[in-house]
């Protein structure tokens, strides 16, 4: 089935570690997005990649990286300098940049500090 | 900031129609406006979308108002497996897509 798949589930970060989330497309999307969620709240966009080797930062990247090596993964990383890393995470996708499009998103990542 | 404005609960009961509104006086003329929903710990949903005309399919129907500035989204007749978070958002070009905090249903048995 082509879908977004999230990994792992849930996540614990130690305090001063780094740590990554993984995304994976079959979809053969060109852009992909991250975004945070905090209990009771919406969503909130990290970080979006239009292309391979290509991505801009959304509202709150501070403390996070991407890369976009290959088409079908945008991964995310939790840096040690994101002091309030605990919520969750939700990756998406589409299939080109214009408005007629659906979003897709995975089934997220809950990231706890230990 | 969002671009969308929603009330942040509504209740509604059991197999009654539900009309759930999203304001959006500033969109452009190129703005799409779409509807996901999202039940508790999973991601979002994608619902319905439409530009100038209303929509229907099989999970609820789109009504936009004459000048787009506002739409309603519909359910026909609401179940408990309806109860969620339903985000109104409004997607173009640019690949920034911002969501706002949604609208929590709650269905009444």
């Known amino acids: 089935d082509g879908g977004i798949t999230q990994s792992p589930k849930y996540l614990f970060r130690k305090e001063g570690q780094n740590v990554t989330l993984s995304c994976e497309q079959n979809?053969?999307?060109?852009?992909m997005y991250w975004y945070r969620q905090d209990p009771g709240q919406g969503l909130r966009l990290i970080y979006y990649?239009?292309?391979?080797?290509?991505?801009q930062k959304g509202d709150i990247a501070e403390g996070y990286s991407v890369s976009r090596e290959k088409k079908e993964s945008f991964p995310l990383t939790v840096t040690s300098a994101q002091k309030n890393p605990t919520a969750f995470y939700l990756c998406?996708?589409?299939?080109?940049?214009?408005?007629?499009?659906?979003?897709?998103f995975g089934s997220g990542t809950q990231l706890s500090v230990l | 900031d969002a671009k969308t404005t929603q009330p942040n609960s509504m209740e509604s009961n059991e197999e009654e129609p539900v009309h759930l509104p999203c304001n959006h006086s500033t969109i452009s003329g190129t703005d799409y406006i779409h509807w996901y929903r999202q039940l508790p710990s999973q991601g979002p949903e994608y619902v319905i979308h439409?530009?100038?005309s209303n929509v229907n399919n099989r999970m609820a129907s789109l009504a936009i108002a004459e000048d787009r500035k506002s739409s309603t989204l519909i359910l026909h007749r609401a179940t408990l497996r309806d109860a969620a978070v339903y985000y109104c958002i409004l997607m173009n070009r640019d690949d920034k897509i911002i969501f706002g905090k949604g609208t929590r249903l709650h269905i009444l048995p």
């Open positions: 990649s239009q292309i391979v080797n290509d991505f």
């Open positions: 998406a996708s589409r299939v080109g940049t214009g408005g007629n499009e659906k979003l897709f």
């Open positions: 979809l053969n999307h060109d852009a």
């Open positions: 439409g530009l100038t």
